[in-house]
C-alpha cells in the first residue's frame, strides 16, 4: 500500500478500520525517510525510538477500545524551533547545537495528548532567520520538486517533508510568511493562524509580537483538524484567547456559502512584480469563486507598499532583544577559552552565530538605540498601526482578500543569497499578515514549469473557519493539492 500521500483524514480512517497499525505505519514513514531525506535534507534530527513507542502506545489504546483522537497513532513532525522534551531543538543553530528541552511547547504538548507520533524535527532557517532554507547551520533543504531550487523558508523542512510524502503533516511557525511561503513553493497547504490563536509557549522566539505557530499538511481539512488541536486559551501565554472557539467539522461539513461572499483583490499585490504566470494561475482560481456566485471587489491597500519596510525593522528589533539571551553563560555555545565574563559574551556569540542572525542583531540594535529609537522603531509601530487599519477598513467591504502567496515560484538555491534585500522581497506579500495580526493560509493553485503556484487568502482576526470553508471548496473543485513531486 502506497500511504505516502495519504491525508490525514484518509490515515485515520485506515487506523479505524485496522487496515494498518500505527506501529507499521510508524515503521513504514521511517523507511521512507531515510531514502528520501539524504536529498533533500528536511530533518535535523530524528527520534525513531520516542516515536515507535508511541506508535505502540496508540495500538494499545485502539485495542482497547478507547475513544481516540483523529491524529491518535498518526507521525508528524516539528519544526526545530518549537521545544521538545528530551529531543534535541536547535532553532537551526549550531549555538543551540546540543540543547535538549527539560519540556515541550504547548502546541507539543497537545499533539501528543491527543495521541500524535512525533517523529523528529525538521530543518529550519537559523533562529528562523530566512525566506529559502538557506541559512540553516545544518545545511540547506531542498525544494522535492527541483532539487535545484529552495523550499522557501524559515519552515523549510516541515514544507519539503509534507510535499515529500515523508510525513502526513508538520508544525511550523510563522513570523512574515514562514509557513505560507514555503508551503507556496513546495505545493501543501499552510496556514498561518490568528496572532493570539495557538499558544507560543516553548517557541524559540524571533519577534514575540510577530511569532504564529500553525500547521503545514497536505490539504485544508487536515491543517484544520490540527489547528483545533493545537489551538486555544495557554495560562503560560498572556497573549492567547479563550473566547474564540475553532471547529474542524464546520469546515468539512462546507456551511460557507460561496454566493454572494464578497471577495477582495487588492490591486497593489497584483501590479508591478508580480509573474504574469503567477497572477493567471490566482485569476483562474478566482473565476472558480465566482461561477458559484462569489462577488468579486477590487480593493485598496494602500499602506501596503511600506509593510516590508516596517517589518524589516519591528522584526530585526525584536530579534536583538529576544537573541541577548544567548551569551554563552546558562545554555547553549559557548567558548573554551576567555580572558574574562566580557570576553565570553563577546566571543560566544561571535562564534555562535551565523551571518544572517548578525545582520538582524546588529539592525535592530541600531533602530532601538538612543538617538534613533523614534526615527526607525516608533515611526514603524505607528505605520504598522495604519496597515492594520487598511486592513480593517477592506473587511468593512468585503469577507476574505485573495492574492498570490508569493510574486515567483521558487528561485534556484544560491541566486539570491549574496542579495538580503532581494531575499526578503519573496516575503512582499506575506508580511502583512502578521503586522495585521489575521490569519492566512496559502493553498496550491497550479504550477509553472512544475513549480507549484502558491494563492493566499486572507481574513479578519479570528476568521480561520471562513478562509479554510473557502480553501477547502477550491480542494473540493480542484486536484492541485494531490499533485506530488517525482523524487
Excluded at 531542498?142 to 502526513?168: Q, T
Excluded at 462569489?294 to 511600506?306: D, Q, T
Excluded at 505607528?382 to 477598513?393: A, G, M
Excluded at 469577507?399 to 522581497?425: Q, R
Aim: charged letters at 25%; a positive charge; proline letters at 4%.
Amino acid at each position: 500500500m502506497n500511504i505516502y500521500n495519504l491525508t490525514i483524514k484518509d490515515v485515520s480512517d485506515l487506523l479505524k478500520k485496522k487496515k494498518i497499525s500505527s506501529l507499521d505505519l510508524t515503521k513504514q514513514v521511517f523507511a521512507r525517510i531515510k531514502k528520501i531525506n539524504p536529498k533533500i535534507n528536511a530533518f535535523i534530527s530524528l527520534s525513531e525510538k520516542e516515536a515507535l513507542e508511541q506508535a505502540e502506545e496508540s495500538d494499545k489504546r485502539r485495542a482497547e477500545g478507547k475513544e481516540l483522537s483523529v491524529i491518535d497513532g498518526i507521525p508528524i513532525s516539528i519544526k526545530d524551533i518549537l521545544c521538545t522534551k528530551d529531543i534535541k531543538t536547535t532553532a537551526g543553530a549550531k549555538m543551540l547545537e546540543n540543547f535538549i528541552s527539560p519540556y515541550d511547547a504547548t502546541v507539543v504538548k497537545r499533539l501528543k495528548d491527543a495521541g500524535a507520533v512525533i517523529i523528529g524535527k525538521n530543518n529550519c532557517d537559523a533562529w528562523a532567520h530566512g525566506s529559502s532554507g538557506e541559512n540553516s547551520q545544518f545545511g540547506k533543504t531542498k525544494n522535492p520538486w527541483d532539487l535545484s531550487r529552495v523550499p522557501g523558508g524559515s519552515s523549510s523542512g516541515s514544507a519539503a517533508s509534507v510535499a515529500a510524502g515523508m510525513v502526513f503533516a508538520s508544525v511550523g511557525t510563522d513570523t512574515g510568511g514562514s509557513i505560507r511561503q514555503p508551503a507556496g513553493f513546495c505545493g501543501v497547504t499552510g496556514l498561518k493562524p490568528t496572532y493570539g490563536r495557538c499558544s507560543r509557549y516553548g517557541l524559540i522566539a524571533m519577534a514575540s509580537s510577530l511569532d504564529c505557530p500553525g500547521p503545514i499538511t497536505r490539504s485544508v481539512e487536515d491543517a484544520a483538524i490540527l489547528l483545533e488541536i493545537i489551538c486555544g486559551h495557554d495560562q503560560l501565554d498572556s497573549t492567547t484567547v479563550s473566547h474564540k472557539k475553532f471547529s474542524a467539522k464546520n469546515i468539512v461539513n462546507c456551511k460557507l456559502k460561496i454566493k454572494n461572499l464578497r471577495i477582495g483583490l487588492p490591486k497593489e499585490y497584483f501590479a508591478k512584480g508580480v509573474d504574469a504566470q503567477i497572477k493567471e494561475k490566482v485569476m483562474n482560481a478566482i473565476e472558480i469563486f465566482k461561477k458559484q456566485g462569489a462577488e468579486i471587489i477590487e480593493i485598496n491597500l494602500p499602506n501596503a507598499e511600506y509593510a516590508l519596510a516596517v517589518y524589516y525593522i519591528i522584526q530585526p528589533a525584536e530579534v536583538s532583544s529576544n537573541l541577548a539571551r544567548f551569551d554563552g553563560v546558562k545554555y547553549g555555545y559557548s567558548v573554551k577559552k576567555a580572558e574574562n565574563i566580557l570576553d565570553l559574551y563577546y566571543k560566544s556569540r561571535e562564534e555562535g552565530f551565523g551571518d544572517e542572525a548578525k545582520r538582524r542583531i546588529m539592525i535592530g540594535t541600531y533602530v532601538l538605540s538612543a538617538g534613533y529609537y523614534d526615527a526607525y522603531y516608533k515611526k514603524a509601530m505607528k505605520v504598522r498601526t495604519l496597515v492594520r487599519r487598511d486592513f480593517e477598513k477592506a473587511f468593512e467591504k468585503v469577507d476574505v482578500i485573495v492574492t498570490p502567496t508569493t510574486p515567483s515560484t521558487a528561485f534556484k538555491i544560491g541566486e539570491n543569497i549574496d542579495d538580503p534585500l532581494k531575499m526578503y522581497l519573496s516575503d512582499i506579500y506575506t508580511v502583512t499578515a502578521n503586522i495585521a495580526g489575521i490569519p492566512g493560509v496559502s493553498i496550491p493553485c497550479g504550477a509553472i514549469n512544475n513549480l507549484p503556484v502558491g494563492m493566499q487568502i486572507l481574513g479578519p482576526q479570528f476568521s480561520e473557519e471562513t478562509i479554510l470553508s473557502l480553501a477547502h471548496n477550491y480542494q473540493l473543485k480542484t486536484n492541485y493539492h494531490e499533485q506530488t513531486p517525482k523524487i
